[in-house]
């Protein structure tokens, strides 16, 4: 989700979602920058990637991983991607477009924050402000809402509190959307949102301190970067190659499919970036009440009326309710994986359509024992392909756990989605030999 971007979310929570944004002044003097990406860590980036590319002559000399995850968030039926981002032709106003209300319909997710989008704390305020929308029209009393990531847990709190009565639908057999933590042997790992971009006024660092998440800070400076032959450089200038990659791990997208506007959107909290030693996931307990969450129910229709309510098709039934908001994730959206009777009207529809949904992967190995820098939490590697393997992040660092992490951005993520797992681990230790063997 998940920014679900890296260093989002990825993320934003880079992870989930890279995670900072321009702020209102820059904005005014457009000024570009990676709306993921803070100084620290474009000026990590801007040295990493620089180090200039060899021919590699790497043997596979390292002992292979004892455990393995690759995460396929574009071929997941339920995401149909990792987050959202201004594609060409899309601007700042196709986002407020699909939050806009239409009669019993109300719109959350990141895709719809003009502050906060492709991040899990842009999600989770765009549930909230769903939520005011819906308390505000006075007239609704059961509420269905669609997905229970942090839109729709986050809306349904606010709503329950307000005296409504919400009913989340979710498609998965889990709650979290694109904040998904999952087990490697006995550490856990984040397949999504892996960060919170910048602690303060941070409303999920409200969701840590009244769950007690244990976090820790990423430290930036603590990084190396590595040329194809494995040499160790860093430099002081990004070539363009290196700030392409760069704009693909903080998008999700190629810098050709982005538009000129995305470079200005969004805003930016202050502060540490942290991660989770438990999992991101041990912030949702914080957002649930006593309404209810069916799990494993896809809503397949909506059927709805401006002056009216609506109703829901699942499989094998139909239910009834006031007013509905729909989290689900643009991806699904786009995909029409729901449909509507009647129609979106065309500026719902074209918000949807120009709006890009963007794909960060993340490949997760597990060792025996590190045979890396410990001390580093990040390395770069810029090889004859630059977005071939270029950022490992040393998860041991989050939770001691002896694991690697490799982001891929963009197209680069979708090519390596639709390889095989043994050949994806074959191609990344062929990496880790050329650096650390």
């Known amino acids: 989700m998940p920014r679900m971007r890296p ?12 995670g900072g944004r321009l702020s209102s002044e820059a904005q005014k003097e457009r000024r570009p920058a990676a709306r993921s990406l803070n100084l620290e860590r474009r000026a990590f980036l801007a040295g990493a990637l620089g180090a200039l590319a060899a021919p590699a002559l790497a043997q596979q000399r390292l002992p292979a991983p004892e455990a393995t995850q690759i995460t396929r968030w574009r071929g997941d039926p339920y995401a149909l ?30 895709a719809t924050h003009p502050d906060h989008p ?81 602690i303060e006024d941070n ?11 244990q976090t820790r800070v990423t430290e930036w400076d603590r990084v190396a970067a590595f040329s194809a032959n494995g040499r160790k450089r860093l430099l002081p200038f990004l070539p363009r190659a290196a700030r392409d990659v760069e704009m693909s791990l903080s998008y999700g997208a190629d810098v050709g499919d982005l538009s000129p506007d995305a470079f200005y959107e969004g805003e930016e909290f202050g502060g540490d970036e942290v991660t989770f030693p438990r ?22 229709r909506i059927d709805w009326t401006r002056g009216g309510g609506v109703t829901l098709s699942l499989r094998g039934t139909r239910r009834a309710y006031d007013a509905c908001l ?25 918000a949807i359509a120009r709006l890009g949904m963007g794909h960060l992967s993340k490949v997760f190995l597990r060792f025996e024992r590190p045979f890396w820098d410990e001390s580093l939490h990040a390395f770069a590697h810029l090889g004859r392909d630059p977005a071939h393997f270029p950022l490992w992040i040393n998860i041991a660092q989050t939770n001691d ?23 994806i681990v074959s191609q990344a230790m062929d990496v880790l030999n050329t650096i650390w063997a």
């Open 203 to 213: 409303p999920l660092t409200d969701l840590a301190d009244i769950t007690g998440a």
């Open 81 to 110: 991607g990792s987050y959202s981002f201004l594609a060409k032709g899309a601007t700042p106003s196709h986002r407020a477009a699909l939050a806009t209300p239409l009669g019993p319909l109300f719109f959350a997710g990141e």
């Open 7 to 18: 260093p989002h979310d990825p993320l934003k929570a880079w992870p989930g979602s890279v």
């Open 326 to 350: 729909i989290t689900v994730p643009l991806g699904v959206l786009q995909a029409r994986k729901i449909a509507f009777s009647p129609e979106l009207p065309e500026d719902k529809q074209e």
């Open 401 to 423: 756990a002896p694991i690697l992490m490799a982001f891929h951005g963009g197209r680069a993520a979708d090519a390596l989605e639709k390889r095989p797992d043994a050949e």
């Open 279 to 300: 999992g991101y996931a041990t912030l949702l307990p914080a957002l649930l009440g006593d309404y209810p969450i069916a799990l494993n129910r896809p809503v397949m």
């Open 118 to 198: 492709a991040t899990v704390h842009g999600a989770l305020l765009s549930g909230q402000r769903a939520a005011a929308e819906i308390i505000a029209a006075g007239r609704y009393l059961r509420i269905a809402i669609i997905g229970a990531g942090f839109a729709g847990l986050g809306a349904a709190k606010a709503l329950e509190a307000a005296g409504a009565l919400p009913e989340i639908i979710e498609a998965r057999d889990r709650i979290g959307g694109r904040v998904h933590s999952a087990d490697l042997g006995n550490a856990k790992i984040d397949l999504g949102a892996s960060w919170i971009h910048g």
